[in-house]
């Protein structure tokens, strides 16, 4: 099935370091979503974009809807040890399923 | 306080015998999904119900089935499991008006099979 692409595929940080991935794709999509996942757990939702050239932030977590509608970013400032999981970006279009990103795996050392 | 419980967290079957997960939540949402997670991959869905109606992807296998019997519930049937069935099986639900938009899916967190 389809997928976005999404980069970094890994970060290793050093706590305290800000992070910034990102999710691209050839259509556009009306809904941006941004979900991380623990080992053993389901994705929980982290932010939830709808219009172009949206930004909004969660905490120490914004991400921002592309002007383009074709790519969204998730920048997490002030890493810590707990920020530790698999990050998916995910697009939707009016009512179709969502199309996930291939995953960004962040680790952050002490 | 979870609002999408799937049981059971762990589940192990043998070979070609049939399982059933299931899901449940407190969200009075109208769609739930089934989706499938193999090491670290994105989910992939397997199919989901829009109300009483069954929408199912077109690459799931006829090994997989789903009954929702009321709005809280909704189950997987896996009836002959093979090996590379073995995987993370999500469940999720959102509010969805037809035609116009869905609010965003949440997830449970998961059941994990294994095959023998």
Same mark, same amino acid.
């Given at each position: 099935?389809?997928?976005l692409?999404?980069?970094?595929?890994?970060?290793?940080?050093?706590?305290?370091?800000?992070?910034?991935?990102?999710?691209?794709?050839?259509?556009?999509?009306?809904?941006?979503?941004?979900?991380?996942?623990?080992?053993?757990?389901?994705?929980?939702?982290?932010?939830?974009?709808?219009?172009?050239?949206?930004?909004?932030?969660?905490?120490?977590?914004?991400?921002?809807?592309?002007?383009?509608?074709?790519?969204?970013?998730?920048?997490?400032?002030?890493?810590?040890?707990?920020?530790?999981?698999?990050?998916?970006?995910?697009?939707?279009?009016?009512?179709?399923?969502?199309?996930?990103?291939?995953?960004?795996?962040?680790?952050?050392?002490? | 306080?979870?609002?999408?419980?799937?049981?059971?967290?762990?589940?192990?079957?043998q070979?070609?015998?049939?399982?059933?997960?299931?899901c449940?939540?407190?969200?009075?949402? /109208?769609?739930?999904?089934?989706?499938?997670?193999?090491? =670290?991959?994105? $989910?992939?869905?397997? #199919?989901?119900?829009? +109300?009483?109606?069954?929408? /199912?992807?077109?690459?799931?296998?006829?090994?997989?089935? =789903?009954?929702? $019997?009321?709005?809280? #519930?909704?189950?997987? +049937?896996?009836?002959?499991?093979?090996?590379?069935?073995?995987?993370m099986?999500?469940?999720?639900?959102?509010?969805?008006?037809?035609?116009?938009?869905?609010?965003?899916?949440?997830?449970?967190?998961?059941?994990?099979?294994?095959?023998?």
């Open positions: 099935g389809q997928q692409n999404q980069s970094p595929q890994s970060m290793f940080i050093q706590e305290g370091e800000d992070v910034s991935m990102n999710c691209t794709s050839s259509s556009i999509f009306n809904t941006w979503l941004w979900y991380k996942q623990e080992p053993g757990e389901g994705p929980v939702l982290l932010i939830a974009l709808y219009k172009a050239g949206e930004l909004t932030s969660n905490g120490r977590l914004t991400a921002q809807f592309g002007i383009t509608r074709k790519d969204s970013f998730l920048n997490i400032s002030a890493s810590i040890p707990s920020d530790v999981g698999i990050y998916f970006c995910a697009g939707q279009r009016n009512t179709d399923k969502l199309i996930f990103g291939t995953g960004t795996r962040l680790q952050v050392f002490p | 306080d979870a609002m999408v419980i799937q049981n059971p967290r762990y589940q192990v079957t070979f070609g015998k049939p399982v059933t997960l299931s449940s939540q407190t969200l009075n949402h /109208n769609v739930m999904y089934w989706y499938q997670q193999k090491s =670290s991959q994105a $989910p992939k869905l397997l #199919f989901h119900y829009y +109300d009483k109606d069954f929408n /199912n992807e077109a690459d799931t296998p006829d090994n997989f089935q =789903s009954r929702r $019997p009321n709005t809280s #519930f909704c189950f997987l +049937d896996i009836r002959s499991p093979g090996l590379g069935d073995a995987a099986y999500l469940c999720a639900t959102s509010r969805a008006t037809l035609g116009y938009s869905n609010q965003p899916q949440h997830f449970g967190d998961g059941t994990r099979l294994s095959i023998l």
